[in-house]
């Protein structure tokens, strides 16, 4: 293929490699030399805690694409700033003629990505990357988005063929700047504190927790629901990120029959579902996708919700899964499930206060999908579960650690705590008593709830 512009931009947002990487791909075809970016949004990085992991976890998955680059003949070129203006200031740096980077679903991407178009001079191509399918690729025999998921599942899944590999390019440009991400004083220049993530940044982690994962994946559908086991794959970081493609991801389960396998391919395309929802709702964040959810008041109140927040209700599954996340920001799947069923219906605080939360903790946070576990746990979004199933984080926490070993690791006064007592310690010294009675505000939740049930 005949190359159309002599330097070709790739602006990496959520693709932290060289490897089967779309727009990459795409500028090595089409570009006699190819530059690589990124460029940290000032836009974003203000509404961060000077303490939160993701900017840690991102420089160490830089660090890592900036090596690769350096294999490369070439550098990893990094600005800080309004991401419209250093890209422009790039463009015009390096003389670019085309720009190429990978479309992001996210509400703030989507403006972000419109003005990029509307302030350059030189041509743009984005590419499908981060998913499988987008939006208008998976739709009903009308023709409409699906709003359950199971039928969405299965064409998706007759739609599924061989999935394509975009190879490296070769032609990158040799970049002589100064400036390195391996420079301490990027922590110092952001404003952050400078600490390692509970999970290291970069791809070689990643291929190592998937290599890990091999030896699970047939039984994950036996040991996923147990959070002491540690059984995930514990990549949704690297994917978040990029650090993995999600073909690499379908790949590496598709081939195995298990039931296992299956399960985790299942969960793989929720996360499609998600974006997908996302994008035909793009006010999922403020309003509830079945609009009659919104008419619900919650009762909760503003020191129920800071007890949760900080893995103090006297519910022992529910504040371990808490102190996981402040201490990690990360937080088992079930778990997820168990905290977001309790601050909504049992505590009666609105769903989006968690959603909030979540976003602001968690270190594998991605817009779609969080928002997706949130209204599924509300019952307010597209295939949720019915507002009266209602979790009882006793049996939960019975049933999916009964030994009471993933509490014992979080909740470090329980320590000496043994099972069956564990799961309700509401006598024991030194242990919070419990802010709510379940029994009594399961009632509550029920008639706050009722409201859906009325006709406008």
């Known amino acids: ?230 059984r995930t794959s514990n990549l949704s970081v690297y994917l978040r990120f990029g650090c993995v493609s999600i073909r690499e991801m379908v790949k590496f389960c598709s081939p195995a029959k298990s039931k296992g396998a299956m399960i985790w391919l299942s969960e793989l395309i929720w996360r499609d579902f998600y974006q997908m929802i996302c994008h035909t709702h793009p006010n999922c964040n403020t309003k509830a996708i079945k609009p009659e959810y919104d008419r619900i008041q919650w009762l909760g109140s503003s020191e129920d919700f800071e007890a949760w927040c900080n893995g103090q209700t006297g519910y022992p599954i529910v504040d371990a899964a808490m102190r996981q996340l402040n201490t990690t920001g990360m937080m088992h799947n079930r778990c997820r499930m168990i905290v977001a069923s309790f601050l909504c219906k049992t505590l009666l605080v609105d769903w989006r206060k968690g959603e909030a939360y979540f976003a602001k903790k968690l270190l594998d946070f991605d817009f779609a999908s969080n928002n997706g576990g949130w209204a599924w746990a509300s019952s307010s979004g597209c295939d949720a579960q019915p507002y009266f199933r209602i979790f009882n984080p006793y049996t939960q926490s019975q049933k999916f650690d009964s030994n009471g070993d993933y509490i014992r690791q979080y909740c470090t006064e329980l320590s000496t705590i043994a099972a069956p007592l564990i799961h309700q310690p509401a006598e024991l010294p030194g242990y919070p008593t419990p802010i709510v009675d379940y029994a009594i505000n399961r009632q509550r939740a029920l008639d706050m709830y009722a409201v859906v049930k009325q006709k406008v």
């Open 1 to 230: 293929m005949n190359k159309m512009y002599k330097k070709g931009l790739v602006w990496c947002r959520r693709d932290y490699r060289l490897q089967d990487h779309h727009a990459l791909f795409l500028a090595g075809q089409h570009c006699e030399n190819v530059v690589v970016c990124f460029i940290f949004d000032t836009n974003i990085l203000s509404h961060l805690d000077t303490t939160d992991q993701r900017i840690a976890f991102i420089i160490e998955s830089l660090r890592e694409l900036d090596d690769d680059l350096r294999g490369m003949g070439s550098k990893l070129v990094i600005r800080v700033g309004d991401p419209v203006e250093k890209c422009t200031e790039i463009i015009t740096q390096f003389g670019i003629d085309a720009l190429y980077f990978n479309r992001d679903y996210e509400p703030y991407a989507l403006t972000r990505d419109q003005k990029i178009h509307n302030s350059v001079s030189i041509p743009v191509h984005t590419c499908k990357d981060s998913v499988i399918f987008e939006k208008d690729e998976v739709l009903t025999q009308k023709g409409a988005y699906y709003t359950v998921f199971t039928p969405y599942k299965n064409k998706w899944l007759s739609l599924l063929g061989k999935l394509p590999t975009f190879s490296t390019p070769t032609n990158f440009l040799p970049i002589s700047e100064e400036s390195s991400i391996h420079e301490n004083r990027w922590f110092d220049l952001l404003g952050f504190d400078k600490k390692h993530p509970f999970l290291p940044g970069g791809r070689s982690q990643a291929l190592r927790s998937l290599n890990q994962f091999t030896q699970w994946l047939d039984a994950y559908d036996e040991h996923r629901d147990f959070p002491h086991l540690n």
